[in-house]
């Protein structure tokens, strides 16, 4: 692999809280090293409409409190075609580009990988950029920690109407295909059930435990689900328990987007910037097709290949042993 002289960064996908530290990071230390830097705006996107700007040091000042993303995000269809990639690779090339840092999830990788093995000029090094902590290779994602807290926070003020009301409520989290953020909230909230797309949940065990809960007291309930779980979504599961459980009085709360924004929190804020750096280290070092995670609080490096691919990555399972144990 040739030197890198001059690389680009984007951020693809959903965005995350902790984007604007990792911008800023690979921003400064691609800057510290010699190797001018160049804004992708709108992810590949950008890439394919040449909405691209040079970047200087202070390109990047004040925005580690900032959510969302400075170089702003898309989904782009165009890209997974041969014809949008060929157009990019010009794009890049006509400005001297030869490496790349990617911020996003698996959609974002998938893009990336296949880039890279079309054009292996172009280094690609990817920084796991998403609220939905579900990528091999890293313990924690940027942005999962700020969500959660953001989930926490408010279903920490739901629990005090439930109480008030003597109510049951049901609130779905975001988490396709992956109940991290439901899992921890849960038990950081003492919901009594978690539906989870990772562990099926008979509606018959949950409508049980909601009725000796009640029997023993209980004044409020709250049950998370994930927006993955398998049982037909939060109103569906909803509405089978009030047809059931006629004592508690039944609300529906989605959270929605508001799970994304927000200014990242000291352990995104520092992730960030400790991902972005090493992403442009790892380049600086002949590494391409690879993702820059956090392991044992150490940052390691993950073919992108594996990182998409390999399923051994699971929620923890004394969490979920507690999360049992803990609500009754």
């Given at each position: 692999?040739?030197?890198?002289?001059?690389?680009?960064?984007?951020?693809?996908g959903g965005d995350a809280p902790g984007m604007n530290p990792c911008i800023r990071a690979v921003v400064r230390t691609a800057l510290y090293n010699g190797i001018e830097v160049v804004g992708v705006r709108q992810g590949y996107k950008g890439l394919i409409e040449n909405d691209m700007y040079d970047m200087d040091k202070r390109s990047v000042s004040n925005i580690l409190n900032l959510g969302g993303t400075i170089l702003k995000t898309a989904r782009c269809l165009p890209f997974k075609e041969d014809e949008g990639m060929a157009i990019a690779y010009k794009h890049l090339k006509e400005r001297g580009i030869d490496g790349l840092v990617v911020i996003g999830g698996d959609g974002t990788f998938t893009g990336a990988l296949r880039f890279s093995r079309k054009y292996p000029d172009i280094a690609v090094m990817g920084v796991p950029g998403t609220i939905d902590n579900d990528l091999y290779g890293s313990t924690y994602t940027l942005g999962f920690d700020t969500a959660t807290n953001t989930v926490i926070q408010a279903i920490d003020k739901i629990r005090d109407t439930a109480d008030a009301h003597d109510r049951l409520f049901f609130i779905e989290v975001m988490g396709r295909d992956s109940g991290a953020i439901a899992l921890r909230a849960g038990i950081s909230c003492g919901a009594e059930a978690i539906l989870l797309p990772e562990k099926q949940t008979a509606l018959e065990d949950l409508i049980k435990n909601l009725k000796e809960g009640k029997s023993n007291k209980k004044s409020s309930s709250i049950v998370i689900v994930a927006e993955g779980d398998k049982n037909g979504g939060v109103y569906d599961v909803a509405k089978a328990v009030q047809q059931e459980v006629k004592d508690y009085d039944v609300k529906v709360t989605i959270l929605g987007h508001l799970q994304r924004g927000g200014s990242p929190s000291s352990f995104d804020r520092i992730l960030g910037s400790r991902l972005g750096f090493a992403a442009v280290n790892a380049l600086i070092a002949?590494?391409?097709?690879?993702?820059?995670?956090l392991q044992a609080n150490h940052i390691l490096l993950t073919s992108l290949d594996d990182a998409l691919n390999n399923h051994?990555?699971?929620?923890?399972?004394?969490l979920l042993q507690m999360a049992d144990i803990l609500s009754i």
């Amino acid at each position: 692999m040739n030197k890198i002289s001059k690389l680009a960064v984007l951020t693809s996908g959903g965005d995350a809280p902790g984007m604007n530290p990792c911008i800023r990071a690979v921003v400064r230390t691609a800057l510290y090293n010699g190797i001018e830097v160049v804004g992708v705006r709108q992810g590949y996107k950008g890439l394919i409409e040449n909405d691209m700007y040079d970047m200087d040091k202070r390109s990047v000042s004040n925005i580690l409190n900032l959510g969302g993303t400075i170089l702003k995000t898309a989904r782009c269809l165009p890209f997974k075609e041969d014809e949008g990639m060929a157009i990019a690779y010009k794009h890049l090339k006509e400005r001297g580009i030869d490496g790349l840092v990617v911020i996003g999830g698996d959609g974002t990788f998938t893009g990336a990988l296949r880039f890279s093995r079309k054009y292996p000029d172009i280094a690609v090094m990817g920084v796991p950029g998403t609220i939905d902590n579900d990528l091999y290779g890293s313990t924690y994602t940027l942005g999962f920690d700020t969500a959660t807290n953001t989930v926490i926070q408010a279903i920490d003020k739901i629990r005090d109407t439930a109480d008030a009301h003597d109510r049951l409520f049901f609130i779905e989290v975001m988490g396709r295909d992956s109940g991290a953020i439901a899992l921890r909230a849960g038990i950081s909230c003492g919901a009594e059930a978690i539906l989870l797309p990772e562990k099926q949940t008979a509606l018959e065990d949950l409508i049980k435990n909601l009725k000796e809960g009640k029997s023993n007291k209980k004044s409020s309930s709250i049950v998370i689900v994930a927006e993955g779980d398998k049982n037909g979504g939060v109103y569906d599961v909803a509405k089978a328990v009030q047809q059931e459980v006629k004592d508690y009085d039944v609300k529906v709360t989605i959270l929605g987007h508001l799970q994304r924004g927000g200014s990242p929190s000291s352990f995104d804020r520092i992730l960030g910037s400790r991902l972005g750096f090493a992403a442009v280290n790892a380049l600086i070092a002949g590494e391409s097709q690879k993702m820059v995670g956090l392991q044992a609080n150490h940052i390691l490096l993950t073919s992108l290949d594996d990182a998409l691919n390999n399923h051994e990555f699971k929620l923890e399972a004394d969490l979920l042993q507690m999360a049992d144990i803990l609500s009754i």
